[in-house]
């Protein structure tokens, strides 16, 4: 058994994601353990056949959900990997990952791994997703799961972190080659979102990381939320669609990239801003 690290993994219906996941990373003979959300698919029958320890709980949200991950699972491994189940290691990773010691990582308390995203079978290189840095491995104990924002979950460490440039990670929702399911999923997603700001502007959530346009990814992106929550609602979809595509180079996607970039940066944060104007109608009448 690896004595170095051991894997968390989210799983909700994921019998079309979660074979391809465990497959890539088999061979580092690591513990794996499964918080799932009340499957009725394979999935659960499918964690059993690869050896994995299984707990349940309720889902509220992605940050909580990883929360009482961390909490309720006995990691004896120096070093915990938290993936999600529509991921998958590379072998490019999967070499860095065999060759991984802990004593070679002394005073370093995370490790950034580069995700390749796609959609729709089609790899999204531009419009800020590529390169894309995302802290998915740290010391046990040391990391926690932020609990800041309602829909987006990341990991916090103190201290010195890596940043793995190669050897990466993909992440394709194979269930979102239904657009169908796509739009429904992001419906749910943008009530947790908007009524997240509503309760910034309320002084009730604040950042637990420390904006910083020159530190970690993580405090970048935290720097760049901030600039995000000051710009006007209605306007700043259009803003940031248009920095994707013609700054961050997105007009070069293709088509199905350029849909991709369409939905996720205009059409959601469109609906988003919506919904944020129709709880501040319902503050003031109240």
């Known amino acids: 058994m690896n004595n170095n690290f051991s894997f968390i993994i989210l799983t909700f ?26 499957s009725t698919d394979k999935t659960l029958e499918i964690a059993k056949v690869y050896g994995a320890e ?29 993936l999600d189940a529509d991921q998958m290691v590379t072998p490019a990773l999967l070499d860095r990952l065999e060759k991984f010691n802990d004593r070679d990582f002394e005073g370093v308390n995370g490790v950034y791994f580069n995700r390749k995203n796609f959609f729709q079978g089609h790899w999204i290189r531009f419009g800020t997703y590529y390169p894309f840095y995302l802290l998915k491995m740290f010391r046990t104990g ?22 793995w440039k190669k050897g990466w990670i993909l992440e394709e929702n194979l269930k979102e080659n239904d657009i169908d399911f796509w739009k429904a999923k992001h419906e749910r997603y943008s009530d947790l979102v908007a009524q997240e700001e509503i309760e910034r502007m309320q002084k009730l959530r604040l950042q637990h990381l420390k904006p910083n346009l020159w530190g ?12 995000w929550w000051k710009l006007p609602l209605g306007i700043r979809p259009y803003l940031y669609f248009g920095y994707r595509m013609f700054f961050k180079l997105g007009i070069f996607e293709g088509t199905t990239g350029i ?28």
């Open 259 to 286: 849909k991709f970039h369409y939905l996720q940066g205009l059409w959601f944060r469109k609906l988003v801003d919506k919904k944020i104007k129709a709880l501040q109608r319902i503050n003031r009448s109240s």
């Open 142 to 163: 040391v990391g926690y799961s932020d609990l800041n924002e309602n829909m987006d979950h990341r990991f916090i460490v103190r201290g010195k972190t890596v940043i």
């Open 13 to 38: 219906n994921e019998e079309i994601h979660l074979p391809r996941l465990l497959e890539s990373i088999q061979k580092l003979n690591a513990k794996i353990f499964i918080l799932d959300s009340g």
């Open 54 to 82: 299984v707990k349940q709980n309720l889902f509220e949200n992605h940050p909580k959900q990883w929360d009482y991950a961390l909490k309720n699972f006995n990691v004896t491994t120096p070093w915990t990997i938290g």
């Open 216 to 227: 970690s990814p993580d405090e970048k992106r935290a720097w760049l939320k901030q600039l």
